[in-house]
């Protein structure tokens, strides 16, 4: 069972070594020529006028973190999903299956429109 | 076959399947990264022709050698390496970008039985591992400390973030109907259903019950990928080129092949759940993966379409898309599924 995730290891490794060849080689091959000029941040042609590290908009922050909620949510969905059709199959557990996964819903649903009401979901 | 193989087998002794394993990756990713050179230049070639150039013709017959031209120009340009970025992060953004998506193709069925890791939570492998990607684009952005590198992945990683959650939704509509997480098992639970039975085997694979999904899911590869008209990430005439403006030679290169590895990903991954894999059509022709690579450059062709025809959105207009069209859709075809599953009308017994 899970030597089948084996080749899935390898793979990723693989995948990181494929990733660090390309920079290593573009080192080897490529001019280092470094001045100060070359290296500055790009600023369309200025001095640059302050550090990057500035300030950014709060949605995004907020966009993450609903991010977080709603992926989470479809986590759960996961194996509620894989088993539905069982769940159809079993007399009794018909009913109790479907509306165990809508309150479930329901309460992400509230959630949704309260996040779509206090207007998180705006960008202007 | 076996026979041939046998004194290599005893050569390498406890180590064979970590080096069979190895051969098989190789035989994924070598015929791969071909078709991402060659995806770069069917893309200009298209673009050109559908706005009335030629495209690239100078390299070679009609052209055909532009990508091999294209590498080694860039293998030969300097990694500039900003003075005021983070160093060591600095590099490892376009690592983190490209490998994921190369990963991510270690689970995905090329054929019956043709697949490198035959694993049950497949799917699940491949949402998280897509996931991964938004760290590249962070990463680099946040590591070049310079302004344009750092909006850029701000709403880059917004956008990807967003759109992956409608996505999540498709998914959950696909393994209702599967049952399985297994990409192999959802591709041969498309080949089952009355159409199918009747020689009409492509309208029962899912993007028909699953239409709005299926639809759901190709835009929000696109989106998912930055590609035009999602491509206000690297808006040539407001951020340069986003979290990449500060990237040269081989790291930029990294960036290129990852977006268009992704192409690849997205476009399979939507034939796979949603176009029947590798299925044939009709029933009087052979399955295989001649089918699948078909689907997957249809699929590809409307990407490059899509780009060629609309205007960029504005990004407002993409949150809005992702946030309050594509989830009420997504969550409400879920439920949908689910009653229809559960009623005596269910198609999927």
């Not at chain 2, 995806?39 to 050109?48: M, Q």
Request: aromatic share 14%; proline share 6%.
């Amino acid at each position: 069972m899970l030597e089948n995730y084996f080749p899935v290891l390898i793979f990723i490794l693989v995948g990181l070594a494929f990733g660090c060849v390309p920079i290593v080689l573009g080192r080897l091959a490529g001019p280092h020529r470094p001045d100060a000029e070359k290296l500055s941040p790009y600023e369309c042609g200025f001095e640059p006028f302050e550090d990057a590290r500035i300030k950014f908009d709060v949605r995004y922050y907020l966009i993450a973190i609903l991010f977080i909620l709603f992926d989470l949510e479809i986590a759960f969905l996961f194996p509620w999903a894989t088993i539905l059709k069982e769940i159809a199959a079993t007399e009794g557990l018909r009913l109790f299956g479907f509306f165990e996964m809508m309150v479930f819903l329901g309460i992400l649903l509230i959630g949704y429109i309260w996040v779509w009401k206090k207007g998180a979901l705006e960008w202007e | 076959m076996d026979g041939l193989l046998q004194p290599v087998v005893d050569l390498f002794g406890p180590t064979w399947p970590l080096v069979w394993t190895l051969v098989k990756i190789v035989a994924i990713i070598a015929p791969l990264m071909i078709c991402i050179a060659y995806l770069t230049l069917a893309e200009r070639k298209v673009i050109g022709y559908m706005q009335v150039r030629i495209g690239p013709n100078r390299v070679g017959p009609l052209g055909l050698l532009q990508p091999i031209a294209d590498g080694v120009k860039l293998l030969l340009k300097e990694v500039i390496v900003p003075s005021g970025a983070s160093k060591g992060l600095f590099i490892i953004g376009p690592i983190l970008a490209f490998a994921p998506v190369l990963a991510a193709w270690a689970v995905v069925p090329f054929s019956d039985g043709m697949v490198l890791a035959n694993v049950d939570a497949g799917l699940l492998f491949l949402l998280a591992i897509t996931s991964l990607e938004v760290y590249g684009v962070i990463v680099s952005g946040w590591a070049s400390n310079s302004k344009y590198p750092f909006v850029g992945a701000m709403r880059a990683a917004a956008q990807m973030v967003s759109y992956e959650i409608s996505m999540g939704f498709a998914l959950v509509c696909v393994l209702m109907i599967s049952a399985s997480l297994n990409l192999s098992d959802i591709v041969m639970q498309q080949g089952q259903g009355r159409f199918a039975d009747m020689g009409l085997g492509f309208l029962s694979w899912n993007w028909l019950p699953l239409f709005p999904m299926f639809i759901v899911f190709m835009v929000s590869g696109i989106a998912e990928t930055n590609r035009a008209p999602f491509d206000v990430v690297e808006g040539e005439s407001e951020i340069v080129a986003g979290h990449m403006v500060e990237y040269s030679g081989m790291a930029f290169a990294l960036f290129f092949l990852g977006e268009y590895a992704a192409m690849w990903l997205v476009s399979a991954l939507t034939s796979i759940l949603f176009l029947g894999g590798w299925l044939s059509p009709v029933s009087f022709l052979p399955d295989g993966f001649h089918w699948l690579f078909i689907k997957v450059a249809a699929i590809l062709f409307l990407f490059l379409w899509a780009r060629a025809t609309f205007p960029r959105f504005r990004y407002d207009h993409i949150m809005r898309l992702g946030w309050k069209v594509f989830i009420p859709i997504t969550l409400t075809w879920v439920i949908v599924v689910a009653v229809w599953m559960l009623s005596p009308l269910s198609i999927w017994k």
